[in-house]
């Protein structure tokens, strides 16, 4: 090995009585791409905020960058954080250069500023150009604008934390050859995700944090799920898809029925059957039609036609608030723009769907009431946080997500859908939410499970519904004793089966 670009040695860093890192060491070798790995609430974010001179680590660590002491926000590094940072109202190379123009901005200036940043993207192989306005671009074409960025500052180091997360497959695909072009020009990489398959694909060595600790590195040929897991958290692979639950052949009236629901647009005419304590998966690729069955379900978006029936009776709600109110619960894909209130307290957000009820005769709210709901959700759901004070946007992903799973919890629903519910969560948050599921599931709820990841879908659902283009293409279950199949699922998805022939 040559001699790393980056190293870190003996990182610490303490909040009040909180030790969020300990001793942690940490290299990166040139045009390596080094993925960091580990539960939320691991350090990972800790650790790169003291690497970009966010936060200043305690003292007795050292830090040196290309061989020499890096000291606050030096050229050299640049951080692509989850949420991009971008200015929509100015162009592609002003989002550029930002920070750096130089003089007093003029047409002349821009048109210079245009010139410097387009061979950049010429070397990116994007499809827009250095003048076009950011706010026309896609998700996927911000993220490159972003790494566009960090080349115009000659870095040699980026971080790129969660960086598919919002994106399309074929954006991924795309970001996956820009990585492997940056890594052949010698700059490296370090590689934030909860994505395992992304982490075989392109990682050369992975680092493990927990609890704020270096727990190990592993080469790329010594890399697996179950060695990875058991790093991260410290128990197997196995128990994580384990329904605790066993299902059974349904029986008696469905509690939910939909029959030929369509929005005259992406769902065409979807018709399926939920059972009281059945797990009902339903898959399908990006644009299937998944989120949008959903939310005509909730009545998030208005039907053109079909039916609903809860209970066997009439679904008459006509928005969410009804939908609650009637006993349908769904917790959106997008957690932080459609589901919480960053800027509440945990405790506003646990109750805000319930707070009626709280209200006495002249519309006073009972306070301590809200307060014990939330400590039982905190206590219940294993919820990492100081206090019920503490607001929501402070939280990692996965305590955001049991955040809105609580406030779905406290209205008592008979049908739960779940649209996503593990997206951007660590191993260990997503074994907890698998347990919530099996929870109320042994309470006779049925639950509707909307996912991209197989494994999870095969592990957690009782049968699997299939989307394709709008419509239901298929069903897949166990049977004969044997589990659902990952490649029966996939070949309705693809188009591999025809519609609606039965699957097993």
């Known amino acids: 090995m040559t001699a790393p670009i980056l190293q870190m040695r003996g990182i610490s860093k303490t909040f009040g009585t909180v030790r969020a890192l ?60 989850q949420e991009l940072s971008l200015a929509p109202n100015l162009t592609v190379a002003e989002n550029m250069f930002l920070g750096r123009e130089g003089r007093a901005m003029s047409l002349v200036r821009r048109g210079m500023l245009a010139d410097r940043a387009q061979p950049i993207l010429d070397r990116l192989g994007v499809g827009f150009s250095a003048q076009t306005p950011v706010w026309r671009l896609s998700l996927g074409e911000r993220q490159m604008v972003e790494i566009a960025r960090a080349l115009t500052s000659d870095a040699k180091l980026i971080v790129m934390d969660e960086p598919t997360t919002a994106l399309s497959t074929r954006e991924t695909e795309r970001l996956f050859d820009v990585i492997g072009n940056l890594k052949a020009h ?36 010594e890399l697996s799920a179950a060695r990875l897991v058991s790093m991260m958290v410290g128990r197997d692979l196995g128990s994580f898809y384990r329904k605790d639950h066993q299902a059974k052949p349904p029986t008696g009236a469905p509690l939910l029925e939909v029959a030929n629901l369509t929005d005259g647009k992406r769902v065409k005419g979807c018709s399926l059957s939920l059972y009281a304590g059945e797990v009902l998966g339903i898959a399908g690729l990006v644009g299937s039609g998944r989120t949008e069955l959903a939310r005509l379900i909730f009545r998030a978006d208005q039907p053109a036609g079909g039916t ?56 006073v709210l009972d306070r301590r009431k ?41 209205t008592q629903p008979k049908v739960v859908i779940l649209d996503e519910p593990t997206r951007g969560v660590d ?58 199949s990952q490649e029966a699922i996939m070949a309705l998805s693809t188009g591999a089966v025809p519609m609606q022939e039965k699957t097993a």
Do not use: C, W
């Open 308 to 363: 609903v029936l809860l209970g066997g009776r009439p679904f008459g709600a006509r928005n969410p608030r009804e939908a609650l109110a009637a006993g349908l619960a769904y917790l959106t894909e997008d957690r932080a723009g459609l589901g919480l209130f960053l800027d509440m307290t945990i405790s506003d957000n646990v109750n805000v769907g319930v707070i009626q009820s709280d209200a006495g005769a002249v519309g």
């Open 186 to 221: 010698g700059i490296a990489i370090i590689y934030i995700s909860h994505r395992m398959e992304e982490v075989y694909a392109l990682a050369d060595r992975v680092s493990v944090l927990r609890d704020g600790v270096y727990i190990g590195t592993l080469d790329r040929a």
């Open 427 to 484: 191993v260990g948050a997503k074994s907890e939410i698998y347990k919530l599921i099996d929870t109320l599931v042994g309470r006779g709820v049925g639950v509707i499970m909307i996912s991209s990841e197989l494994p999870e879908i095969v592990g957690v659902a009782d049968r699997v519904l299939v989307m394709r283009e709008g419509r239901i293409a298929g069903e897949v279950r166990p049977e004969a004793g044997q589990p659902i």
């Open 22 to 81: 300990r001793d942690v060491s940490f290299d990166v070798q040139p045009g390596e791409l080094h993925a960091l790995m580990g539960e939320n609430g691991a350090g990972k974010s800790t650790l790169m905020k003291i690497l970009s001179g966010a936060y200043t680590a305690d003292p007795g660590g050292e830090i040196l960058f290309a061989g020499q002491p890096r000291h606050g926000r030096d050229d050299g590094i640049a951080v692509i954080y």
């Open 370 to 410: 809200a307060a014990e709901r939330a400590g039982s959700a905190i206590r219940n759901l294993g919820i990492k946080a100081p206090s019920a004070r503490v607001n929501a946007g402070a939280l990692s992903g996965g305590n955001q997500q049991k955040v809105l799973l609580a406030r779905l919890l406290e």
